[in-house]
Structures are given as structure tokens and as C-alpha cells.
């Protein structure tokens, strides 16, 4: 399925763009998480996933790591708050108790040249997307943004595995 924000050109707001990637989770009934009025951790991440044109795959949540890791400007010590977050642990132990520790080597090596090619495409950014953007680049379109950091988002054809993993999602 391929979302409009998943365009390298799309003209949607990143606030329609975040927007879009919420309906995209709720169709797949998965769970839209939802900062406090004192974070912006969640939507951080959540656009994130619309500036890199990444979905909630396991391939392409690996992917988005990379992104993160090579094209992104970021302090570890808010990223570790993002960690912490009682949804977050949530997640993370369903992902556990359903796949097992084991899957996480697997994910890595099926994912690798993805992982490439994500690192390749963000050595070629002008600058790197700060986690923590200002909150009036909410309203800004998505090709901007884009066009201001030099990004070149994966295709969907870049953006594939070879064959995708598979895990419920609910927790």
C-alpha cells in the first residue's frame, strides 16, 4: 500500500502527512499513540516515519532506525525518553514475547541492504532533519521540508524486502 506521503513530491502538510500515517495505522488496527500535553516524543517519531516515507512494517521500522541513526540530528538523552515511554515498553514486550529475542539478528540481516541504502541516501543530505523540529514546520509541505534537507526518500521498489516479515502488531 502506498501512502501519499511515501512520495518523494507530496504537497500534504506534515501535519496531513502524520495525519495520514495515523489512518494508516488505525486501518491496520494498530494502535495510534498519543503524546501527554507535556511531550512531543510520539508525534516526533510519527513524522519521522512521514519525512523518511517510511510505514510500520518490521522492514521498514529497521529502515527507519537507520534514518534516524544517519539522518537525523538528536540528543540521546531525549531519544532515551522516547524508550521509556510506558507505551513504548508496552510494544516492546509484545514484539518480545511473540518473536523472541532471536528475531531481532534475523531482522537485521534481512534488512541490511536496505539499511544500505539508507545510509547511502542520507551521506548525500544537506543537513540533517532535527527529531525536534519547530512546531511551525507542522504546516509546512512535506516536498519542502524535503527539498530544505536535500532528502531523497527511498522508492517503494528501495523500500521493499525481500520477503516481508510478519508479526500481529497489538500489544
Not at 506534515?14 to 503524546?35: C, P, Q, S, T
Not at 514475547?97 to 551521506?123: D, H, Y
Request: charged residues 25%; proline residues 4%.
Amino acid at each position: 500500500m502506498l501512502l501519499k506521503y511515501q512520495q518523494q513530491h507530496c504537497t500534504m502538510t506534515l501535519r496531513e502527512g502524520i495525519e495520514e500515517f495515523h489512518n494508516y495505522l488505525m486501518a491496520l488496527d494498530r494502535k495510534v499513540m498519543m503524546d501527554s500535553s507535556t511531550s512531543r516524543l510520539l508525534l516526533e517519531h510519527d513524522a519521522t516515519h512521514v519525512i523518511f516515507g517510511m510505514d510500520t512494517s518490521l522492514e521498514q521500522e529497521a529502515g527507519l532506525d537507520s534514518w534516524l541513526l544517519w539522518g537525523c540530528q538528536w540528543r540521546l538523552s531525549y531519544i532515551r525518553k522516547y524508550g521509556k515511554l510506558p507505551e513504548i515498553k508496552a510494544l516492546y514486550r509484545a514484539f518480545v514475547k511473540e518473536l523472541g529475542w532471536a528475531f531481532f539478528p534475523r531482522l537485521l540481516w534481512r534488512t541490511r541492504k536496505l539499511k544500505w541504502r539508507v545510509i547511502k541516501r542520507s551521506r548525500s543530505m544537506s543537513k540533517k532533519w532535527p527529531y525536534q523540529f519547530p512546531e511551525p514546520w507542522l504546516d509546512k509541505p512535506i516536498n519542502e521540508l524535503r527539498h530544505e534537507h536535500g532528502l531523497t526518500i527511498l522508492n517503494e521498489e528501495e523500500r521493499l524486502a525481500s520477503e516481508p516479515l510478519a508479526w500481529s502488531g497489538h500489544y
